[in-house]
């Protein structure tokens, strides 16, 4: 059989780190309640007139140099974002062409927070039908252009950012002790829109909108649905919490990635959590995560990893891989 394995790996973030004192001088706000109820300490922020096409190109060439490839080599790129540079074309044909890529397909993934899990899971799924032996999966936000600054709920939790992977086919036996994606889980369920959602777009406002979000709602669901998904993937696999090396949640509220961690007996030492200096940045959040932890030596060739997301939608889902 043929699998997906992860070659490379790159994120970009934006040089303006703004901290939770900043709020402080502009809303009602403190550092110790944004601390205490997301653990978010700061943030980055696109600066005027850099795009999410900036940042996706910028961790795309990261993840590139690091799989030892060029455009050339790429058949797919697929990239998931929210806050796209227009309504159309899609980001990912702006990037297929900075890249220099006059070949293959590009296309954008919209699943808000899950947006990363949905894009490797398609990824994925082109890889082991043999439509694709090499593709780039970037996951790409500028969260900071739809934030209600006003908002005291919602304009603390964000940030903007990219990461991406490149992902190739390999032979494989299809046992779970060889490297690549083993299994992917996505879910989505319509009824929840109204706690999470843009107030805007072109088909109903023709305005860009504002990010709107009951975040108690939304909260309440998260851990449910994740260890839904991931409860899935163990069963799909036969492995369990006590063989996860590294568990790379999304990145939305550290209470959150904790209780998801507690409730599936994965060990704090495994968690990986970037939400501290990253914020929320939606669909990047997974793949900036995974950058640090593999540019500080946590993950190595061979790890087992365990992926998952929830957000908007609401939509959700998990991948666990052999890194
Ligand atoms: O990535 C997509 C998925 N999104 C999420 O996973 C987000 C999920 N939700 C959350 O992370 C949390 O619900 C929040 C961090 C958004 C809020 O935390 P909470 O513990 O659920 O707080 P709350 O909404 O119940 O608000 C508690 C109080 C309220 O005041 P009252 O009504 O008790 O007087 C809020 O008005 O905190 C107030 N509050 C704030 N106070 C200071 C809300 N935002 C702020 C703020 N600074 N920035």
Redesign the pocket.
Known sequence: MIRSVITGCGSYLPAKAMSNAEFEERI???DE??VQ??GIRQRHIAAEGETTADLAENAARAAMKSAGISAADLDLIVLATSTPNNTFPATAVEVQHRLGMDHGAAFDMQAV?SGFVFALTTADQFIRTGQAKRILVIGAETFSRILDWED??TC??FGDGAGALVVEAADSEGNVEERGILTTHLRSDGSHKEK?YVDGGPSSTRTVGYLR?E??E??RH?VGMITDVITAAYEATGLSSDDIDWFVP?Q??KR?IDGSAKKLGIAPEKVVTTVDMHG?T?AASIPLALDVAVKDGRIQKGDLVLLEA???GFTWGSILLRW
């Open positions: 009602d706000t403190s309640w944004i109820r997301t927070c005291r709920t603390v939790l999470l979000m975040g108690k939304v909260f998260a999304h939305a509220n959150i929320n939606s929830m957000g908007g």
